[in-house]
């Protein structure tokens, strides 16, 4: 069964220090999503990708954050700079419209 | 704007025993609703969804749920628990016109022996 998956599944940085998550989407889906979860927290929605741009973003998503598929086949976030709030377990996410989405196993960011 | 809210944070059943999850909506469009399953240090997967098609929705695992608009809500429910189904269960809205999903706080299941 084709899967979401996600590398690296653990990132320790420093603070300041830019980060780039990778997701590999399921291969027909349009449509590319990053949630994340700070521990203990519910999943919280981060950004919408399709045809080639940001869709709709939530207000976590400012400026040190940015996504692109550079490739054409990877779907990756980037942190410019990282603070210690960003600490979180970072979801990808594809599907093909409205119907559900697929969720990757996650990468665990770790900020110090 | 859609919501879910989701009762109990923690939920203790015996083995064989009913799973009952609660989860309530708030949404000013026709919603699609969804839960789905974490475990330990696992990404979320799918247990079933609702999409105004039939209100009662199997999913995988034994669970199914109920939507039910006169009270806003989708229950989860699977009638003997197991084990295994010791996890982290969300609830998630999405609007008819919005594609992001946006998620309870999530209810941790724990099964006695």
């Known amino acids: 069964e084709p899967e979401v998956t996600q590398t690296p599944s653990h990132q320790v940085t420093q603070m300041g220090q830019e980060v780039i998550l990778r997701c590999v989407p399921i291969s027909n889906h349009l449509y590319f999503y990053w949630y994340r979860q700070i521990l203990g927290q519910k999943v919280e929605f981060l950004v919408s990708f399709y045809n080639n741009e940001i869709s709709e973003k939530s207000e976590i998503f400012d400026d040190q954050f940015s996504v692109e598929r550079p490739d054409g086949s990877n779907f990756t976030l980037k942190i410019r700079s990282t603070k210690l709030e960003d600490s979180a377990m970072y979801f990808c996410?594809?599907?093909?419209?409205?119907?559900?989405?697929?969720f990757g196993p996650g990468t665990r960011l770790t900020v110090l | 704007a859609q919501s879910v809210t989701q009762l109990g944070s923690h939920v203790s059943v015996s083995e064989g025993a009913l799973v009952l999850l609660r989860c309530n909506y708030s949404s000013s469009v026709p919603p699609y609703l969804f839960w789905y399953v974490q475990y330990p240090n696992q990404g979320l997967q799918l247990l079933l969804k609702y999409t105004s098609a039939a209100t009662l929705v199997k999913g995988i695992n034994g669970f199914e749920a109920e939507f039910k608009k006169s009270e806003t809500s989708f229950h989860l429910t699977k009638p003997s628990a197991h084990m295994s189904d010791a996890a982290e269960y969300f609830c998630a809205v999405r609007g008819s016109n919005d594609y992001k999903l946006s998620f309870g706080a999530g209810t941790t299941v724990t099964v006695r022996a």
């Open positions: 996410a594809t599907g093909t419209g409205f119907d559900e989405q697929f």
